[in-house]
């Protein structure tokens, strides 16, 4: 018997949407009514494990990272990849969705935030952000800011509009 271990829980407060949503070490993206206890749907793609996952403020579509250096756009309502992108160069480990899930932010073990556009049908990144001088481990999206926190103990923010760190600060002592 595996053992699977779960990386990422999201919960939708919404009480007309209840629902849970999973990524897990068994590379899949699981969708749950926890009043019943029944999947409603499943994402699979990744080959790797699955290590952080974004919803849109819509609910219509998901954002899955992970050990495969990919990041998977995915249609909720039928459980298709409808983007795939790529460029990282090492796992990724968050991922965010900014405004009305039009940009998507990645940060990943290659010190690196990656910015998609999930309106086209490009597959690169429309900009890279590597300040960072290792891991980036977590990251949001706020308005026109960016977010990042990393291995190294830093906080970075930087301005989406102009591409650029405008704050770098020890985030401990």
Known sequence: MSVIYIQKIMLE?????????TGSSD?????????????????EAHAYEVLDIAVTDGN???????????????????ARTLRRFTGHF?????VDFGG???????????SS???????S???KPIQILDEGKDSVTSL????HEILTGSVDGRVRIYDLRMGQCYIDLMGRE
């Open 13 to 21: 407060t919404d009480i007309s949407l209840f629902q849970v949503l």
């Open 27 to 43: 590379r899949s993206i699981r969708l749950w009514n926890p009043g019943n206890g029944t999947k409603i749907q499943s994402f």
């Open 60 to 78: 219509d579509r998901i954002a899955s990272v992970g050990g495969d250096k990919t990041v998977f756009l995915w249609d909720v309502a039928t």
């Open 90 to 94: 090492a796992r990724v480990n968050c």
């Open 100 to 110: 009305d899930g039009s940009i998507c932010a990645s940060g990943s073990y290659d």
């Open 113 to 119: 935030v990656r910015l998609w556009d999930c309106k």
């Open 121 to 123: 049908q490009a597959t």
């Open 140 to 143: 949001q999206i706020a308005g």
